[in-house]
């Protein structure tokens, strides 16, 4: 059975620690420390598998385990340096050596080594119930040079007029700003739900029915004692003990808890079937067993995500020879059943929301929109009222694309020059490694079984990396160009956006989530109106908020309106708000003037960190306008005029739409008549 268990320490000088000597224990190789002049070897009745991990810009020699750490030490000689991060875990004995293997490397180089981190790695197999790996994380990251960069610097602490503070001492005033976010308490916490999140698709991917949760047993509600993990230390004997009597005690527990399980699956198919038909419950039932989840719509979206990122893993898998053809059939099952799931879940979430909100207009609010009002009822167990679910409303139809986004591909929403810059890079790399091979991406359409076989591992993990990055930033893109245009045909429904590029529906996206946030439906006299007369959107308490939460002296929580929260996340509406500051009469210049400073100097730090791990990164810069001036842009004459000319009645819209649901029904039949593909057929790209 798959458990959780991940625990994180610091190797330091401190402590009396030599990260050659933890190295060489971990790894079972002889290593010379050449501060100490002594030799470390540990010998082991079987050898771990042991191997390094490096970051783009790292040197060759990080892959030298002595050279690496006898640097580490060199490098760090104070009585309290701290050499390395480290963190043990337990691996997953339902998954073969291989498996785990590639689990635990994919998770790592996610985590670690892609934030510019060396990672030693050592896989113990000492126990076969006992599989778990140590894993050993330089501190510093690596300049472009490949030479050590610093952790942190010191800052001088001055005051308004750019002049030295001194303590009563007389010595300078200065702080410590760190360079890195490694060090941070919540990383740990990111670090062990990544582990569970990673190590829950695996087996989801081979159809085990184990999960794993970083959550203690009480956070997830589960009345059952904790083990003790059973190391190598003091009172082994007596945590053994311990465990095995705990292990009995769980054992006579088992029935009456699995009964209860059932109670509690029951009674959640039950709250579903209130609204359903007697037909209707019979396809839930025969989904949740063909999915190996409750049909739900939370289930439901975590179920998409994992389909999304295995059906990734299985194009790559599929090119470099391995059969893959009983996946792909599980997939293609699923994804149909997840497409019934969905029809029927909207029906049900459509249902509810006429029953407890009866007033909400269908036709302003999208289906997604009322999926998660429903998510949201059902979370807190109440039903909103008035202003509140107005407010409600908004507020989720403002944060919709960040949690699509989230929780497809974990990625942060970023602008669509950015992705178009990430996209191009990734596409670079794949066709200069396929050029390599007389090849181009129109021989990528239809991969053959083994199509990289004759790749070398370099090249192959090339075209892996980055046709998984392609995958995932495409993803991203539909996801993102969808709910523009859902916006966007909403505010103004009688335009047609399809003439103009992406770049251009951003600037609109950004006005109309600024200044129409309600996507109320605007004609041509209210956008001239709103050109004339740029509105004010918050007051001066408002903008000081505002304010305060962009220095770093106020939580996200504490600025007390959902809109103003949505506003400051994305560059293009924070730009907006800060251009309504500098209109305030009753807010200074100069601190409209110290949070943009402030903003510039992080994106700098975030444009340094990506030009460090992204090659061919350039930063994209948001030339500074006033309100007006941005309006006047977006919405000027010869734009709408583009928008408008071709414009289309609601009813040719509707027409249209009717045109693709018949389409889609025509070729529905289709789709859910293909059980799989045969490897020799080949997979689309």
């Known amino acids: 059975m798959a458990i959780f268990h991940m625990n994180f320490s610091n190797i330091s000088a401190g402590n009396g620690r030599s990260a050659v000597a933890s190295a060489s224990y971990r790894s079972g190789e002889k290593l010379y420390n050449e501060q100490e002049g002594k030799q470390y070897y540990y010998p082991r009745d079987i050898q771990p598998e042991a191997f390094i991990l490096t970051p783009e810009h790292a040197p060759e020699w990080t892959k030298d385990r002595q050279k690496l750490w006898n640097e580490v030490e060199e490098k760090d000689r104070k009585a309290n340096s701290r050499y390395a991060k480290e963190f043990n875990v337990a691996l997953p004995i339902e998954l073969t050596n291989e498996d785990q293997k590639t689990l635990l490397s994919e998770y790592v180089q996610e985590n670690f080594v892609n934030q510019g981190m060396v990672a030693d790695i050592a896989i113990h197999r000492d126990n076969q119930d006992n599989p778990h790996a140590h894993v050993m994380l330089t501190n510093r990251p690596f300049k472009l040079d490949g030479s050590w960069d610093q952790k942190s610097k010191t800052e001088y602490i001055k005051d308004e007029n750019n002049k030295q503070l001194y303590t009563k001492n007389g010595n300078p005033k200065q702080r410590k700003i760190w360079l890195i976010d490694w060090d941070k308490k919540e990383k740990i916490s990111e670090w062990r739900h990544n582990w569970a999140e990673t190590v829950n698709q695996k087996l989801e991917e081979k159809n085990f029915p184990d999960r794993i949760s970083e959550k203690s047993y009480q956070e997830q509600g589960i009345d059952k004692q ?328 106020l939580e996200a929580k504490d600025l007390g309106n959902e809109k103003l929260k949505n506003v400051l996340k994305h560059d293009g509406t924070r730009q907006l708000f800060l251009s309504e500051c500098k209109k305030d009469n009753h807010i200074s210049s100069k601190q409209v003037e110290n949070v943009k400073q402030n903003l510039k100097q992080q994106q700098q730090k975030q444009d340094n960190y990506r030009k460090q791990v992204m090659t061919d990164y350039e930063p994209i810069n948001y030339k500074e306008v006033s309100n007006e001036e941005y309006l006047q842009k977006v919405l000027s004459n010869t734009m709408m005029n583009l928008l408008y000319a071709s414009g289309r009645s609601n009813s040719d819209k509707k027409q249209q739409k009717e045109r693709k649901d018949t389409e889609w029904e025509m070729t529905k039949k289709q789709r859910e008549n293909q059980k799989g593909r045969s490897p020799s057929n080949g997979m689309h790209l």
């Open 226 to 553: 904790p083990t003790i993990h059973e190391g190598y230390n003091r009172g082994k004997n007596e945590r053994k003990d311990f465990n095995k009597n705990l292990k009995e005690m769980e054992s006579t527990k088992a029935e009456k808890e699995n009964i209860q399980e059932k109670i509690n699956n029951k009674e959640q198919l039950n709250a579903l079937k209130n609204n359903l038909s007697f037909e209707e419950k019979h396809t839930v039932s025969n989904l949740s067993k063909e999915l190996k989840t409750y049909v739900n719509l939370e289930n439901i979206d975590n179920k998409e995500r994992m389909l999304f990122n295995w059906k990734n893993s299985l194009f790559i898998k599929h090119a470099v020879g391995e059969d893959v053809t009983k996946e792909l059939q599980t997939i293609d099952r699923q994804e149909n059943s997840i497409e019934k799931a969905n029809n029927l879940l909207n029906k049900v979430a459509d249902r509810t929301v006429q029953k407890i909100y009866p007033n909400i207009d269908f036709n302003q609010t999208t289906q997604a929109e009322r999926r998660e009002l429903i998510k949201e009822s059902e979370s807190e167990n109440r039903i909103f009222k008035g202003n509140e679910l107005d407010e409600r409303l908004t507020s989720i139809r403002e944060n919709l694309l960040d949690q699509q986004i989230t929780t497809f591909t974990k990625r942060p929403y970023v602008s669509w020059k950015m992705l178009e810059k990430q996209g191009e890079k990734a596409q670079k790399i794949i066709d200069k490694t396929l050029a390599k091979y007389n090849e181009t991406m129109e021989d990528m359409k239809n991969i053959e079984k083994g199509h990289f076989s004759k790749y070398d591992n370099q090249d192959r993990q090339a075209i892996t990396d980055n046709t998984k990055n392609l995958m995932t930033i495409n993803k991203i893109k539909d996801v993102v160009q969808e709910h523009y245009d859902m916006v966007l045909e909403k505010s103004l429904p009688n335009a047609d956006f399809s003439n103009i590029n992406m770049a251009e529906k951003e600037q609109f996206y950004s006005a109309i989530v600024y200044y129409n946030s309600e996507l109320k439906p605007l004609d041509i006299n209210q956008i001239n109106k709103l050109k004339e007369e740029t509105p004010q959107m918050f007051n001066s308490i408002e903008h000081r908020k505002g304010l305060n939460y962009l220095n770093g002296h």
